[in-house]
Nanobody, 123 residues
């Protein structure tokens, strides 16, 4: 069974930066697409970024493109989300997700979810 444990959330001022981490365990990490979704209070869950099990392509939501960077460390079974130039509208609970092989932008395609980590950006 896949387990995902996120860390790195917190409170930051607008324009600041945070790095989220997600440690994967339970299966062969290199076979899994990894990604991030977020959910703000009163809003639907939305795609943030994802990367397939292999290949160079990382997909980003338009709202975070150029500010957020997803990276994978296969030696540590960890995926990161580097968030720069944060805005108050980035405030949400951020979830790490995983599914076999291919990345998608649809939350229903992901079998495994972390517990979430809160990111709050003050204005």
């Amino acid at each position: 069974q896949v387990q995902l444990v996120e860390s790195g959330g917190g409170l930051v001022q607008a324009g600041g930066s945070l790095r989220l981490s997600c440690v994967f365990s339970g299966r062969t990490y290199s076979n899994y697409a990894m990604g991030w979704f977020r959910q703000a209070p009163g809003k639907e869950r939305e795609f943030v970024a994802a990367h397939a099990f292999t290949g160079p392509n990382t997909y980003y939501a338009d709202s975070v493109k150029g500010r957020f960077t997803l990276s994978r460390d296969n030696a540590k079974n960890t995926v990161y989300l580097e968030m720069n130039s944060l805005k108050p509208e980035d405030t949400a609970v951020y979830y790490c997700v995983a599914r076999l092989f291919l990345a998608t932008m649809n939350s229903e395609d992901y079998n495994y979810w972390g517990q979430g980590t809160q990111v709050t950006v003050s204005s």
